[in-house]
């Protein structure tokens, strides 16, 4: 069976680890019972009072960011309300429900929750003492949980949109505010179990005073007049990952229309633009289509861009909402490179969020995927041919390898620089392994292991060893050798069918510049040609 969040539970696929942080003795002061806040600018935090043993923040082992995520539970759905009151300076209030099915037995429950105030807890309806420690928010119910329980944790909290930029988490824009929780700031934003392998349905109740617009990810459900504010209900009917969570509050104009089999599309731009960008929103439904023609039915209930005004840096493939940067469409770019860029997002609703990485170290599977039907349709379009681009990123990839690991084996992101996790190296890097795999079973097999991918690992979790398995299956042969070089390699293996093609020697010393990267993160530019012409632009954190 696919390896699914309900085939093959979250929990089992880590042993119970603590985080490479948790082995430092934690920076935890007594205080009060109730009010935990959690600092904005340093990891140390005020905690409340809990019996002994002191807490300590716990991570289930993921390579990459081995902090995030919590042992003994998983989450079955969020419900977050959000009380915004007008200034995107100001912290919302908030309420996070997190229903929960144990999966072992607990006397205290760790979630990932920074940046905000905590002012109580509940479980299952009884107060809660809690701490907080690192990034952790503890917390101790009057009762343990046994194996096999269901538990309602109800944390009232406040959501500070505030701090450094590019730290992930809420994004100010020109009117309001947007998210961006890529990789690892979910919790900078709600408390919850912050890891991909851990999917779970969400339900938003979005606040704002009259005159704003408030979306979620989803549909919406209902809205309510309250006088001077109104409040949006949100609902997904798809599990989803933490780190594609979306919601957006500003100015906004809502246009709807129609995708392939009537799928309702709704997008989400500013007020005094919606003129300007509607050409671009147009192209929506044709992507659907050319994409759908190639891997399948699109897996959600709707789907829309949501363009903010805000100097992000990057654009993000939030689910159902895919996050873009104003810039992308007014500054001049050329027309084939801006409409690649939106299917490169829209790629990746099939490839990441219908199909989620189960460790941060797949990550190739997104990106690699997503650039491969981006630079697909760009040469489609005339704009630039993927035999040259994939040309150009063999000449490069023993350089890439060498800077950032191989692609299902990336290095950790350097301190304090969050955007290094997402280098060329996962991005034409692993576009690159799909083109060698292509070039290894011919073209029908190809397409046929992508089709298969995104049917058979709807809605789950799936890794570098399920997509190598997966590919040998409708192969017919064992493709274990092929996948250990071109994953794991220190080297870029030879490229079935281009014996001509030559990898430079990677320099010792030596790391791809940050604007040699793309509007989604790092990529491979060429120094010729069309995208010479494309002012590159910085990634997710």
Do not use: C
Not at 241 to 253: C, D, M, P, W
Not at 265 to 270: E, T
Not at 314 to 341: C, H, K, M, N
């Amino acid at each position: 069976m696919p390896s699914t969040t309900t085939a093959r539970p979250f929990r089992r696929l880590f042993g119970i680890t603590r985080s490479a942080r948790s082995t430092r003795p934690p920076r935890v002061r007594r205080g009060l019972l109730r009010a935990t806040v959690f600092g904005a600018a340093s990891a140390a935090l005020v905690a409340a009072a809990l019996p002994p043993p002191a807490p300590v923040p716990l991570g289930i082992g993921d390579r990459l960011f081995p902090y995030l995520g919590n042992p003994g539970y998983d989450v079955v759905a969020y419900d977050i309300a959000l009380d915004y009151r007008g200034s995107n300076t100001e912290p919302l209030d908030a309420v996070t429900v997190l229903d929960t099915r144990i999966t072992q037995r607990l006397e205290r429950l760790n979630l990932d929750f920074t940046h905000g105030t905590v002012r109580s807890v509940e479980v299952n309806g009884v107060p809660a003492d809690f701490a907080g420690v690192e990034e952790d928010l503890v917390v101790q119910p009057v009762r343990p949980l046994d194996r096999g329980s269901r538990a309602r944790i109800t944390v009232r909290h406040t959501s500070d949109p505030t701090g450094p930029r590019n730290a992930g988490g809420w994004v100010r824009t020109g009117d309001g505010l947007a998210m961006a929780n890529q990789a690892d700031a979910g919790h900078r934003v709600f408390p919850s179990n912050d890891h991909p392998a851990d999917k779970a349905y969400f339900t938003f109740r979005i606040t704002v005073p009259d005159g704003l617009t408030a979306v979620a990810n989803g549909v919406r459900k209902r809205i309510t007049d309250n006088g001077a504010t109104t409040t949006s209900v949100y609902r997904t009917r798809h599990p989803m990952a933490t780190e594609l969570a979306q919601v957006s509050i500003g100015k906004s104009a809502v246009p709807t229309r129609e995708g392939p089999r009537g799928l309702p599309l709704r997008d989400v731009v500013p007020l005094a633009d919606l003129e300007t960008l509607e050409p671009w929103l147009r192209k929506t439904p044709a992507q659907l289509e050319w994409l759908e023609s190639r891997v399948g039915r699109y897996p959600f209930e709707t789907y829309g861009v949501l363009i903010a005004d805000a100097n992000t840096g990057f654009e993000l493939e939030t689910q159902t909402l895919s996050l873009f940067e104003r810039s992308l469409f007014t500054a001049g770019y050329p027309e084939w490179y801006v409409d690649s860029i939106m299917v490169h997002e829209l790629a990746h609703q099939w490839f990441g969020d219908s199909v989620t990485p189960l460790t941060w170290s797949d990550l190739w599977l997104n990106e690699g995927h997503a650039t491969w039907y981006e630079s697909l349709y760009a040469d489609e379009l005339g704009g630039y041919t993927l035999e040259r681009r994939m040309r150009d990123a063999y000449r490069r990839s023993d350089q890439w390898r060498a800077d950032g690991g191989p692609p299902a084996a990336p290095r950790p992101p350097e301190p304090g620089r969050k955007i290094s996790l997402f280098r060329p190296i996962v991005y034409d890097g692993g576009a690159l392994v799909l083109y060698a795999l292509r070039q290894a079973i011919g073209t029908d097999a190809f397409d046929r292991v992508e089709r298969a991918w995104v049917r058979e690992y709807r809605d789950g979790t799936a890794g570098s060893t399920d997509f190598a398995r997966l590919a040998s299956r409708i192969a017919g042969r064992d493709l274990g050798p092929f996948f250990q070089g071109w994953l794991y390699g220190e080297r870029t293996p030879p490229m079935p069918g281009h014996p001509d093609w030559t990898s430079t020697p990677p320099q010792t010393g030596t790391r791809t510049a940050p604007e040699a990267a793309g509007p989604h993160g790092p990529r491979t530019v060429p120094s010729s040609g069309p995208w010479s012409a494309v002012k590159p632009v910085l990634g997710p954190r």
